[in-house]
């Protein structure tokens, strides 16, 4: 168990639809990391946050969207709901800002398949 | 865009062999991380070597760095079925984000 939780573990929606992808990081961690995993484009980075504030952006569409509350938690909006973003998507913590001395630790991800 | 890119893409070895992965990368690093993943589960943290290191060892693993060549690989000894997984190598952007590679996907047949 990495302590980083997300949920809902599997998620099947619409096209057209939004969705809402939540994640808990390690107790103490206060970077937060969004990851896109599918088999055509592999990991792709889409968003960090440290401490409530954006810090990276990656190859994230302008339908997603994400935002970490004063509580550390993250959440990750994804709208106008396509085919192609049927995928998994993982939430990272680490302790650091960045991921330069420390490593991440990863969540069990969420499922989503658009129908 | 992916930094690390591992070789090979596929390995199938049986119970007991060893299973070497190699990744290259492109831009001066800090570290290199080099991480697994169970079918359709989250990614684990194996084992991270600065840039200042040349080898590391965590248990049954073995990874090397050279930073002249820009590669890195990860030796898994004694394979065991359970090590069956996707291996990945990931190195820090910016030092913002982990950039992660394709992958080499191992299979260990008992």
């Known amino acids: 168990d990495s302590g980083v939780t997300q949920t809902p573990k599997h998620l099947i929606t619409a096209t057209g639809q939004r969705v809402t992808l939540r994640c808990s990081p390690r107790?103490?961690?206060?970077?937060v990391y969004w990851y896109q995993q599918s088999l055509d484009q592999g990991l792709q980075f889409l968003i960090q946050?440290?401490?409530?504030?954006?810090?990276a952006k990656g190859n994230i569409l302008e339908r997603f969207s994400a935002q970490q509350f004063p509580d550390l938690h993250s959440e990750l909006n994804l709208s106008s709901l396509e085919l192609g973003d049927s995928a998994l998507y993982f939430c990272?913590?680490?302790?650091?800002?960045?991921?330069?001395?420390?490593?991440?630790?990863f969540g069990q991800g969420t499922r989503l398949t658009v129908v | 865009s992916q930094q690390g890119e591992e070789d090979p893409q596929a390995l199938s070895i049986q119970e007991g062999e060893n299973a070497t992965m190699n990744c290259s990368y492109k831009?001066?690093?800090?570290?290199l991380q080099w991480y697994r993943q169970n079918s359709g589960r989250g990614l684990v943290h194996l084992i991270l070597i600065r840039s200042n290191e040349r080898e590391k060892h965590s248990g049954r693993l073995r990874v090397t760095l050279d930073t002249s060549k820009k590669s890195s690989s990860l030796l898994i000894t004694a394979s065991r079925a359970a090590d069956t997984a996707s291996y990945f190598c990931?190195?820090?952007?910016?030092?913002?984000?982990?950039?992660f590679g394709a992958g080499t996907i191992l299979r260990v047949k008992s």
């Open positions: 990931a190195t820090p952007e910016y030092g913002n984000k982990l950039v």
């Open positions: 107790s103490g961690d206060l970077s």
């Open positions: 990272a913590s680490s302790v650091d800002l960045g991921a330069m001395n420390t490593e991440a630790f």
């Open positions: 946050y440290y401490n409530g504030e954006e810090r």
């Open positions: 831009t001066s690093i800090n570290n």
